[in-house]
């Protein structure tokens, strides 16, 4: 009751959460089971089974894998476990019976199969009062924050369940997220931009980030991204409360934002049905993809930062090879995904009004069938996976919704990065490493490899401008001419001959080279040629 | 100069004081003032030209040393006329005369150019002194690690007599000891190593064994050089050379032999027996008399020609003068060796020479034969068996050549067997179904040719495009076809599409609209919306709702438009240089000529190709980023050739937990090494062992090999030895 006490300041439904949350904590004591929502049980008496195919799994996995009732699953012999762990590497999936999808399987079988802890993790806020709900994990999965429409913000730790702040901002709250750690979020609101603290603590008001539509934190440059209503594309550096760069789109209102986790490129999606891709260092956006017909209602981009899906009004979902800029697959759903969000082990979450589902494997062959399916009260507002877990937390017109996805999360986690797990002190202590690691936000590009590569454009610029400085190319190498001969063979021409023949060489040895190397990347026409060789002219007269 | 003109001033003052009076004196006193005036004036013009004095009036007192007359100059020789009379003054008239001839010292240099001089020697030798420096000063900074102070003291081991410096010997035994050791000159106490050890310790260090090294090889190689040049010169084959050498060479002895005889008679008689030796062998020979076969020729040239004759006449001088005996021998010997030749030639018959017909003929030294001949007997025989072997050889090439004529015509026929084999195998006794593999057995018809049409057009096309479509396919769509296949929901649209037409192909991989219209399939999803559980039920088609909804929305245009004016964009722009009316006719609604446009619009170089040519629905933004480029490396750092290499080296990781402990510790050592407590010194001369070479360069100076003292002056060095030392 205490959490209830200190919250009470707050307006209105300010508490809801506050008891929903003492409810969970003393129900999962108590019953020692999660409360499960029944809604989607009406597969309830199939089977389901979770296989282990790994040896080390995580502690932070949804827990026990072995299904006692079903031991042929459960490999006997050494043998039998180094194969099942050659297959793949901490890949832990559902799997149904014969001819049973997994897609049937309801949240609540899930839940009931795996142990207590992993099943405390599926849980729902029923929060009705303040409209749809937007979400936002920390890197480290350790730490939820909530942002209902109509002002409901509240941050918790959601394993212990245990409130950080709850606060009605009594403004309409369109995006939020967390920045670079736990004790401090930026929240959109109708006009400006707020950072609040972890006690709810108002920090900052940015008048400059003017009706902002969606947000992403950038971790290694400490850079915040904002969408605006207006069609500006906003960075503020969070580390010294600059605003880095404020780029005009040109696109009009910006609903459809991701960041490319592995360089930091941050992906819009227009109404004209492009994505574009953007750098706070370039005006014009680095690329710009046709990708749908009608807008793009949502985008995502995978770990890797190689694959990204879109989905437009036109109900297509395309994966994108973002490496080729080449589309690999499109799928058609049933009423087109409004939100879409990958997983660290590159599930394709999508949501389709009340109905979230989740694919698999969507970079290689997505199947006809989603992986899992699970139907909401009303239609959702934001999705996002738990980094660290195999939870999909989904934010909708009555609350939210944590629910189960087996093999979404990664197992291992490098604690030295982000620790799910981590102490205050050690939050303080990476936190300072983070801040001397900036990355600064001019080397944000496509390729994040650029800082290691030689500029050869000045390079070559100074190299030139060297060379006419001086009056000769200090570099170039002097032509070749031949030594004189003493004795017999030192003709003029004989001579010029000489140095000819050295002249090409260099050329000559690379060509060598590119036709070994073409010799060996085609071994099979030199065996169709074989039988050719033999053959002789004169056999087309055979008769 | 001065002082006159200072006195002028002066008189320019009286002259006008005196002007007043000009009217009350007389004539004589008009003309002086005239002349005073006249000096004033100039005076006043500022003239510096001076009258020369002139003397108006006799006087008595005329100075012995005004010689009057300014212009002349007194010459010496007129002064000292009357002293030459006298000849006791004769010495002295030469001295002056001597003097006389003399030139006068040069100026010494201003203060400037002395100055200047000495500082260009100064910085001269600075610059000496420093070069040397400058191996020492690379090396320490190419070193990959620097351990000061540099010069390390080396670990050495205390000497005993250090340590044992207080002891002496006491007791009686000890004193015995000690006494013997004295007598064999043993070391006793403070030099623990006899003289002689201590000598062969000395005796060559590390360094000057390094030098002698060098030395030797120095010798060496010069031998080397000499020898080689002798070789050179005995291989030239102009006989003007080698008459030079011979000459030059007999002239040498001839020399020698004099200053011999001078200095040193003994050594002279050696020589004398030298040239004695040629003698004798000019005796033996028949050289330089009338039996060569040019003699022979110009003894009948000589009658009419006295070139020749002369010629002949030097020959046997020549003769003579080889045959003549050199020692100072009685001069009836001389007589006697004047005609001795002559008399021997007589004395010895030809028949000597003759070979004998009843001799043995199994003695070579008999047959009357040089030896020379005698050898070319038995190599008869071998050049014979020598050309035996070539016959042999010749035998072996022409069985080589009907082997190989007979393994090629048994090889043709081989390859004709294989090749009706080849033929026949797979079309006739094997069949086709024995070789899955199909390109032999696709490629075996074409070239076999029959009265019956083996494979028509159709056949052709058939087999080709179960080829050729799937990678358009690919090319089109990755992957794409493979689900659709595999789940067959749809049919696919590329099969039909690789029928068209080439052209077709192509322009489908450019058009945007088949890019864009990858068939997507559709998901089964046991729950679905509300919204579209709806429209199902009501029967509306959701695929029409969409298409009139989007119907207006020309997004592809939009995007292509976009994407062209990027490309313009993008291109470099042509330069028209084109003045209208220039060289022709120009106004209103008259164009310049093609031509003229022609050769005046400089079209730059096509850029780069654009990234995204082969992707029509995506536009790749070119423009460099200048900011991040800032950040990256622009030069190439020292050792490094090439930007891959230097690439390379940075991508490798430091970290101790990508490397082994040993090669972290190798990658993070310290370039600089100091230990604490220790003073670091300024470099010196001692530390870089500038000194030793120094060192070694004098006592080249000083010491020559013997070598190189024998060999000729003039011959050049061996260029890399010069080198050498140079460095």
Same mark, same amino acid.
């Given at each position: 009751?205490?959490?209830?006490?200190?919250?009470?300041?707050?307006?209105?439904?300010?508490?809801?959460?506050?008891?929903?949350?003492?409810?969970?904590?003393?129900?999962?004591?108590?019953?020692?089971?999660?409360?499960?929502?029944?809604?989607?049980?009406?597969?309830?008496?199939?089977?389901?089974?979770?296989?282990?195919?790994?040896?080390?799994?995580?502690?932070?996995?949804?827990?026990?894998?072995?299904?006692?009732?079903?031991?042929?699953?459960?490999?006997?012999?050494?043998?039998?476990?180094?194969?099942?762990?050659?297959?793949?590497?901490?890949?832990?999936?559902?799997?149904?019976?014969?001819?049973?999808?997994?897609?049937?399987?309801?949240?609540?079988?899930?839940?009931?199969?795996?142990?207590?802890?992993?099943?405390?993790?599926?849980?729902?806020?029923?929060?009705?009062?303040?409209?749809?709900?937007?979400?936002?994990?920390?890197?480290?999965?350790?730490?939820?924050?909530?942002?209902?429409?109509?002002?409901?913000?509240?941050?918790?730790?959601?394993?212990?369940?245990?409130?950080?702040?709850?606060?009605?901002?009594?403004?309409?709250?369109?995006?939020?997220?967390?920045?670079?750690?736990?004790?401090?979020?930026?929240?959109?609101?109708?006009?400006?931009?707020?950072?609040?603290?972890?006690?709810?603590?108002?920090?900052?008001?940015?008048?400059?980030?003017?009706?902002?539509?969606?947000?992403?934190?950038?971790?290694?440059?400490?850079?915040?991204?904002?969408?605006?209503?207006?069609?500006?594309?906003?960075?503020?550096?969070?580390?010294?409360?600059?605003?880095?760069?404020?780029?005009?789109?040109?696109?009009?209102?910006?609903?459809?934002?991701?960041?490319?986790?592995?360089?930091?490129?941050?992906?819009?999606?227009?109404?004209?049905?492009?994505?574009?891709?953007?750098?706070?260092?370039?005006?014009?956006?680095?690329?710009?993809?046709?990708?749908?017909?009608?807008?793009?209602?949502?985008?995502?981009?995978?770990?890797?930062?190689?694959?990204?899906?879109?989905?437009?009004?036109?109900?297509?979902?395309?994966?994108?090879?973002?490496?080729?800029?080449?589309?690999?697959?499109?799928?058609?759903?049933?009423?087109?995904?409004?939100?879409?969000?990958?997983?660290?082990?590159?599930?394709?979450?999508?949501?389709?009004?009340?109905?979230?589902?989740?694919?698999?494997?969507?970079?290689?062959?997505?199947?006809?069938?989603?992986?899992?399916?699970?139907?909401?009260?009303?239609?959702?507002?934001?999705?996002?996976?738990?980094?660290?877990?195999?939870?999909?937390?989904?934010?909708?017109?009555?609350?939210?919704?944590?629910?189960?996805?087996?093999?979404?999360?990664?197992?291992?986690?490098?604690?030295?990065?982000?620790?799910?797990?981590?102490?205050?002190?050690?939050?303080?202590?990476?936190?300072?490493?983070?801040?001397?690691?900036?990355?600064?936000?001019?080397?944000?590009?496509?390729?994040?490899?650029?800082?290691?590569?030689?500029?050869?454009?000045?390079?070559?610029?100074?190299?030139?401008?060297?060379?006419?400085?001086?009056?000769?190319?200090?570099?170039?190498?002097?032509?070749?001419?031949?030594?004189?001969?003493?004795?017999?063979?030192?003709?003029?021409?004989?001579?010029?001959?000489?140095?000819?023949?050295?002249?090409?060489?260099?050329?000559?040895?690379?060509?060598?080279?590119?036709?070994?190397?073409?010799?060996?990347?085609?071994?099979?026409?030199?065996?169709?040629?074989?039988?050719?060789?033999?053959?002789?002219?004169?056999?087309?007269?055979?008769? | 100069?001065?002082?006159?003109?200072?006195?002028?001033?002066?008189?320019?003052?009286?002259?006008?004081?005196?002007?007043?009076?000009?009217?009350?004196?007389?004539?004589?006193?008009?003309?002086?003032?005239?002349?005073?005036?006249?000096?004033?004036?100039?005076?006043?013009?500022?003239?510096?030209?001076?009258?020369?004095?002139?003397?108006?009036?006799?006087?008595?007192?005329?100075?012995?040393?005004?010689?009057?007359?300014?212009?002349?100059?007194?010459?010496?020789?007129?002064?000292?006329?009357?002293?030459?009379?006298?000849?006791?003054?004769?010495?002295?008239?030469?001295?002056?005369?001597?003097?006389?001839?003399?030139?006068?010292?040069?100026?010494?240099?201003?203060?400037?150019?002395?100055?200047?001089?000495?500082?260009?020697?100064?910085?001269?030798?600075?610059?000496?002194?420093?070069?040397?420096?400058?191996?020492?000063?690379?090396?320490?900074?190419?070193?990959?690690?620097?351990?000061?102070?540099?010069?390390?003291?080396?670990?050495?081991?205390?000497?005993?007599?250090?340590?044992?410096?207080?002891?002496?010997?006491?007791?009686?035994?000890?004193?015995?000891?000690?006494?013997?050791?004295?007598?064999?000159?043993?070391?006793?106490?403070?030099?623990?190593?006899?003289?002689?050890?201590?000598?062969?310790?000395?005796?060559?260090?590390?360094?000057?064994?390094?030098?002698?090294?060098?030395?030797?090889?120095?010798?060496?190689?010069?031998?080397?050089?000499?020898?080689?040049?002798?070789?050179?010169?005995?291989?030239?084959?102009?006989?003007?050379?080698?008459?030079?050498?011979?000459?030059?060479?007999?002239?040498?002895?001839?020399?020698?032999?004099?200053?011999?005889?001078?200095?040193?008679?003994? =050594?002279?008689?050696?020589?004398?027996?030298?040239?004695?030796?040629?003698?004798?062998?000019?005796?033996?020979?028949?050289?330089?008399?009338?039996?060569?076969?040019?003699?022979?020729?110009?003894?009948?040239?000589?009658?009419?020609?006295?070139?020749?004759?002369?010629?002949?006449?030097?020959?046997?001088?020549?003769?003579?003068?080889?045959?003549?005996?050199?020692?100072?021998?009685?001069?009836?010997?001389?007589?006697?060796?004047?005609?001795?030749?002559?008399?021997?030639?007589?004395?010895?018959?030809?028949?000597?020479?003759?070979?004998?017909?009843?001799?043995?003929?199994?003695?070579?030294?008999?047959?009357?034969?040089?030896?020379?001949?005698?050898?070319?007997?038995?190599?008869?025989?071998?050049?014979?068996?020598?050309?035996?072997?070539?016959?042999?050889?010749?035998?072996?090439?022409?069985?080589?050549?009907?082997?190989?004529?007979?393994?090629?015509?048994?090889?043709?026929?081989?390859?004709?067997?294989?090749?009706?084999?080849?033929?026949?195998?797979?079309?006739?006794?094997?069949?086709?179904?024995?070789?899955?593999?199909?390109?032999?057995?696709?490629?075996?018809?074409?070239?076999?040719?029959?009265?019956?049409?083996?494979?028509?057009?159709?056949?052709?096309?058939?087999?080709?495009?179960?080829?050729?479509?799937?990678?358009?396919?690919?090319?089109?769509?990755?992957?794409?076809?493979?689900?659709?296949?595999?789940?067959?929901?749809?049919?696919?649209?590329?099969?039909?599409?690789?029928?068209?037409?080439?052209?077709?192909?192509?322009?489908?991989?450019?058009?945007?609209?088949?890019?864009?219209?990858? =068939?997507?399939?559709?998901?089964?999803?046991?729950?679905?919306?509300?919204?579209?559980?709806?429209?199902?039920?009501?029967?509306?088609?959701?695929?029409?709702?969409?298409?009139?909804?989007?119907?207006?929305?020309?997004?592809?245009?939009?995007?292509?438009?976009?994407?062209?004016?990027?490309?313009?964009?993008?291109?470099?722009?042509?330069?028209?240089?084109?003045?209208?009316?220039?060289?022709?006719?120009?106004?209103?609604?008259?164009?310049?000529?093609?031509?003229?446009?022609?050769?005046?619009?400089?079209?730059?170089?096509?850029?780069?190709?654009?990234?995204?040519?082969?992707?029509?629905?995506?536009?790749?933004?070119?423009?460099?980023?200048?900011?991040?480029?800032?950040?990256?490396?622009?030069?190439?750092?020292?050792?490094?050739?090439?930007?891959?290499?230097?690439?390379?080296?940075?991508?490798?990781?430091?970290?101790?937990?990508?490397?082994?402990?040993?090669?972290?510790?190798?990658?993070?050592?310290?370039?600089?090494?100091?230990?604490?407590?220790?003073?670091?010194?300024?470099?010196?001369?001692?530390?870089?062992?500038?000194?030793?070479?120094?060192?070694?360069?004098? =006592?080249?100076?000083?010491?020559?090999?013997?070598?190189?003292?024998?060999?000729?002056?003039?011959?050049?060095?061996?260029?890399?030895?010069?080198?050498?030392?140079?460095?």
């Amino acid at each position: 009751m205490t959490l209830l006490l200190t919250h009470s300041q707050t307006e209105g439904g300010g508490s809801v959460l506050a008891a929903h949350l003492l409810l969970e904590q003393q129900v999962g004591a108590v019953v020692g089971s999660a409360r499960c929502d029944r809604s989607g049980a009406r597969w309830a008496g199939c089977s389901c089974t979770l296989v282990a195919s790994d040896v080390d799994f995580c502690q932070t996995h949804t827990g026990a894998l072995e299904d006692e009732s079903e031991p042929h699953l459960v490999p006997n012999t050494a043998a039998q476990w180094q194969t099942a762990a050659s297959v793949t590497t901490g890949s832990l999936f559902l799997e149904g019976d014969e001819d049973e999808d997994t897609c049937t399987i309801a949240q609540a079988d899930i839940a009931a199969a795996v142990d207590l802890a992993a099943s405390a993790k599926r849980f729902e806020l029923q929060l009705d009062r303040f409209g749809p709900y937007r979400l936002s994990y920390t890197r480290n999965g350790r730490h939820l924050l909530l942002g209902g429409r109509r002002g409901h913000v509240a941050a918790l730790d959601w394993h212990t369940k245990s409130l950080m702040c709850e606060i009605n901002v009594m403004e309409t709250v369109t995006d939020l997220t967390w920045l670079h750690t736990e004790t401090m979020f930026a929240v959109a609101q109708r006009k400006w931009l707020y950072i609040y603290d972890n006690q709810g603590v108002e920090l900052n008001c940015l008048k400059r980030f003017h009706a902002v539509q969606r947000m992403e934190f950038l971790p290694y440059h400490f850079l915040l991204a904002t969408a605006s209503e207006t069609g500006f594309l906003q960075y503020l550096d969070i580390s010294v409360g600059k605003e880095v760069g404020t780029i005009c789109t040109k696109a009009g209102r910006l609903a459809a934002m991701a960041q490319n986790p592995s360089n930091a490129v941050i992906h819009l999606g227009h109404s004209s049905g492009t994505v574009t891709l953007w750098s706070p260092s370039a005006k014009a956006p680095l690329v710009r993809m046709l990708c749908h017909r009608g807008a793009v209602r949502a985008v995502a981009v995978d770990t890797s930062g190689s694959y990204m899906a879109t989905s437009g009004l036109d109900h297509k979902l395309h994966v994108y090879d973002l490496r080729a800029y080449r589309r690999l697959h499109s799928l058609l759903l049933p009423c087109g995904a409004g939100l879409l969000d990958f997983s660290q082990r590159g599930l394709l979450g999508a949501a389709c009004q009340e109905v979230v589902q989740v694919y698999k494997d969507v970079s290689v062959c997505p199947s006809q069938k989603p992986y899992v399916c699970h139907a909401l009260p009303s239609p959702s507002h934001s999705l996002r996976f738990c980094p660290f877990e195999d939870v999909l937390g989904v934010g909708h017109g009555q609350g939210f919704a944590s629910l189960l996805v087996p093999g979404a999360g990664e197992p291992n986690f490098d604690a030295l990065e982000n620790n799910p797990f981590r102490s205050r002190k050690q939050r303080q202590e990476w936190e300072v490493k983070a801040f001397l690691e900036k990355i600064p936000s001019e080397l944000i590009s496509l390729d994040p490899r650029q800082l290691g590569q030689v500029d050869t454009v000045s390079l070559e610029q100074q190299h030139k401008e060297r060379a006419e400085r001086l009056g000769y190319d200090p570099e170039a190498k002097e032509p070749f001419s031949p030594r004189r001969r003493l004795k017999g063979r030192d003709s003029a021409s004989r001579r010029l001959k000489r140095r000819k023949e050295v002249a090409a060489e260099e050329q000559r040895a690379l060509i060598r080279k590119s036709l070994a190397a073409k010799a060996e990347a085609q071994p099979a026409p030199s065996k169709a040629g074989a039988p050719a060789a033999c053959r002789s002219a004169l056999d087309r007269f055979q008769k | 100069m001065a002082a006159v003109e200072e006195e002028d001033p002066c008189g320019r003052e009286l002259a006008l004081s005196e002007e007043d009076e000009v009217e009350e004196v007389d004539q004589e006193g008009a003309a002086k003032k005239h002349r005073q005036l006249v000096d004033a004036l100039t005076a006043l013009v500022g003239g510096k030209r001076r009258r020369a004095v002139e003397r108006t009036e006799a006087s008595a007192q005329i100075s012995e040393f005004d010689v009057g007359g300014g212009g002349d100059k007194v010459q010496l020789s007129e002064l000292l006329q009357p002293v030459s009379a006298s000849p006791a003054l004769r010495p002295i008239q030469k001295q002056l005369k001597k003097a006389q001839q003399k030139k006068a010292t040069e100026i010494p240099l201003s203060k400037e150019e002395t100055e200047r001089v000495v500082r260009e020697a100064a910085y001269t030798q600075t610059a000496e002194a420093l070069n040397k420096w400058d191996p020492v000063v690379k090396k320490n900074r190419r070193a990959e690690q620097l351990v000061f102070p540099l010069q390390q003291e080396s670990m050495t081991i205390v000497p005993i007599e250090e340590v044992m410096s207080g002891w002496q010997a006491r007791t009686p035994l000890e004193q015995e000891i000690f006494s013997l050791l004295h007598k064999t000159q043993q070391p006793v106490k403070d030099p623990l190593l006899t003289p002689q050890e201590k000598i062969s310790l000395k005796a060559m260090s590390l360094e000057e064994a390094k030098l002698r090294r060098m030395e030797l090889q120095r010798a060496r190689a010069l031998q080397s050089y000499y020898e080689a040049k002798a070789r050179r010169e005995r291989k030239v084959k102009s006989k003007k050379f080698h008459k030079m050498l011979r000459k030059g060479k007999s002239r040498k002895v001839l020399q020698e032999f004099e200053t011999l005889r001078k200095c040193n008679p003994e =050594a002279a008689l050696e020589q004398l027996e030298k040239i004695e030796k040629a003698r004798i062998e000019e005796r033996m020979s028949l050289k330089h008399q009338n039996k060569g076969r040019w003699a022979k020729s110009t003894v009948i040239m000589a009658k009419y020609d006295l070139q020749a004759r002369q010629a002949m006449q030097e020959q046997l001088a020549r003769n003579k003068e080889l045959t003549q005996k050199v020692c100072p021998a009685s001069e009836s010997e001389e007589e006697e060796a004047g005609d001795n030749p002559e008399a021997e030639k007589d004395l010895v018959p030809d028949v000597v020479n003759e070979r004998h017909i009843g001799m043995d003929s199994s003695n070579p030294w008999m047959l009357g034969r040089t030896p020379a001949e005698s050898k070319e007997e038995p190599n008869v025989p071998a050049e014979d068996s020598g050309e035996s072997e070539g016959e042999g050889e010749e035998l072996l090439m022409a069985n080589e050549k009907d082997l190989l004529q007979e393994s090629d015509g048994q090889w043709q026929s081989l390859k004709h067997q294989r090749g009706s084999a080849g033929l026949q195998g797979p079309s006739k006794e094997e069949g086709p179904a024995d070789a899955p593999p199909s390109p032999p057995s696709r490629e075996q018809p074409f070239l076999s040719e029959k009265l019956k049409r083996v494979r028509t057009l159709e056949d052709l096309e058939e087999d080709l495009e179960p080829e050729a479509i799937p990678q358009e396919d690919e090319m089109l769509q990755p992957k794409e076809a493979q689900p659709s296949q595999s789940v067959g929901a749809e049919p696919p649209l590329q099969p039909q599409a690789g029928k068209s037409k080439k052209s077709a192909k192509h322009q489908a991989l450019i058009d945007l609209e088949t890019v864009l219209a990858g =068939a997507p399939y559709p998901t089964q999803c046991p729950l679905v919306p509300a919204v579209v559980q709806d429209e199902l039920e009501s029967g509306i088609s959701q695929r029409q709702v969409i298409q009139e909804a989007f119907a207006s929305d020309n997004v592809i245009d939009d995007f292509l438009k976009e994407k062209r004016e990027a490309e313009e964009a993008s291109k470099p722009k042509a330069i028209d240089l084109v003045l209208p009316g220039w060289g022709e006719w120009g106004g209103v609604g008259l164009q310049p000529s093609k031509k003229k446009k022609k050769r005046f619009l400089i079209k730059p170089a096509p850029g780069p190709p654009r990234k995204d040519r082969h992707l029509p629905h995506v536009l790749l933004n070119e423009q460099r980023n200048i900011l991040a480029a800032a950040h990256q490396v622009n030069h190439l750092p020292f050792p490094f050739e090439n930007s891959q290499q230097f690439e390379r080296s940075i991508q490798v990781p430091v970290g101790s937990t990508w490397n082994t402990q040993r090669a972290f510790q190798q990658l993070t050592a310290p370039r600089v090494i100091t230990q604490p407590g220790q003073i670091i010194h300024p470099i010196t001369a001692e530390d870089a062992n500038l000194n030793r070479q120094g060192d070694r360069s004098t =006592a080249k100076v000083g010491q020559k090999p013997d070598l190189e003292l024998s060999l000729p002056p003039r011959q050049p060095r061996p260029p890399h030895i010069s080198k050498k030392k140079d460095r």
